[in-house]
Structures are given as C-alpha cells and as structure tokens.
C-alpha cells in the first residue's frame, strides 16, 4: 500500500511521491522489530529508484538514512555511502537532522577500521547531541565501540555507561 504512490499507473503528484519516499526511509526502525531487514532493503531500494532531482530533499535523505540503518550490519560500505548522501541533502535541506546521519557514518567507520575519521565525526557532532537525549545516547555508543577499538577500555566502558543511563532515562531500557 505505501508503495502504491511510488509505482506511477498514474502520473501521481510530486508531494505523493515524496511522502511515499519519506515514509519508506522512516519505516527503517520499523523493519528490525519485525524481523524483515532483509525485506526492509529491498522495499527502500526500490523506492530509491523513485528519486529524481524534483524530489523533496528531506524525502530523499529520510530514505537514505534508512537505507544507511538498515545497512549498517550487512554492508557498512554501502551504510557509510548512503549516509553520506543523506547527510548532503538534510544539509541541502537546511535541516539539522543531518547529525544523525554524521554519527551513522562514525559507527560504520569503526566498523571499517578508519577510527580517525570516526573521531572527525564524533567530534563534529559533539555540540549538536546535546540537546537530544537519543542522539547523545547514540553519539556515547559509537564513542564507547570506537575506545574499544583503539583499547581505551576505560574510556569505553564510561561511554557505554553514559549512553545506558542516557536510555534508562529516556525509557528505552
């Protein structure tokens, strides 16, 4: 049914598209409760193909940081390059949801080893999370797997246990 506004039998109005777009990159959360990642990819693919240079630059990033999220395990190659693209259009967009994006690229860049450019990205962000307990949360996750990474086991485990609090407080326990 969400997918009925991308498929044109019809030549559907731009903003149909557009939300259909958005709401599909906004279903990415909605994939891994269900179990159906793999589903998930596929309908976001298929509705990247929708994308065209009139559609919406806030529709188009919501689904290229969906793609990168459901990406993330699977392939963080492909996670870091659709994150990166979300990232240019939430900013073409002039909309700050750009900084989820940023630190989805930090967490698929400790999963590719370049540790300096997750830093880059956690660093560049530090200001903007603080005034989202989720994305300070997520920032203190990616900070405690790159510590990890570079064996600061101290540091680590004071960044995971920011970012539990952080949940507990948010309720997402």
């Known amino acids: 049914m969400l997918f009925r506004s991308l498929q044109p039998r019809t030549p559907p109005r731009g903003d149909l598209v557009d939300l259909g777009i958005g709401l599909a990159?906004?279903?990415?959360?909605?994939?891994?409760?269900?179990?159906?990642?793999?589903?998930?990819?596929?309908?976001?693919e298929q509705a990247c193909q929708c994308i065209t240079s009139a559609t919406a630059p806030r529709a188009a990033a919501a689904?290229?940081?969906?793609?990168?999220?459901?990406?993330?395990?699977?392939d963080p190659p492909q996670a870091l390059q659709a994150r990166l693209n979300a990232e240019a259009l939430w900013r073409q967009a002039g909309d700050p949801r750009w900084v989820r994006s940023v630190l989805g690229q930090a967490w698929a860049r400790v999963h590719l080893n370049q540790l300096a450019e997750c830093e880059a990205a956690l660093e560049a962000t530090a200001d903007a999370v603080e005034a989202s307990v989720h994305l300070k949360a997520l920032?203190?996750?990616?900070?405690?797997?790159?510590?990890?990474?570079?064996?600061?086991?101290?540091?680590?485990?004071?960044?995971y246990e920011e970012a539990l609090a952080l949940r507990r407080r948010q309720g997402d326990e």
């Not at 920032?139 to 960044?159: F, K, P, Y």
């Open 25 to 44: 990159g906004w279903s990415a959360d909605l994939w891994p409760i269900l179990s159906l990642v793999q589903e998930g990819r596929r309908h976001l």
């Open 139 to 159: 920032h203190r996750t990616t900070l405690g797997s790159l510590r990890q990474c570079q064996d600061r086991h101290a540091e680590s485990r004071q960044a």
């Open 63 to 74: 689904l290229w940081d969906g793609i990168g999220y459901l990406l993330q395990s699977a």
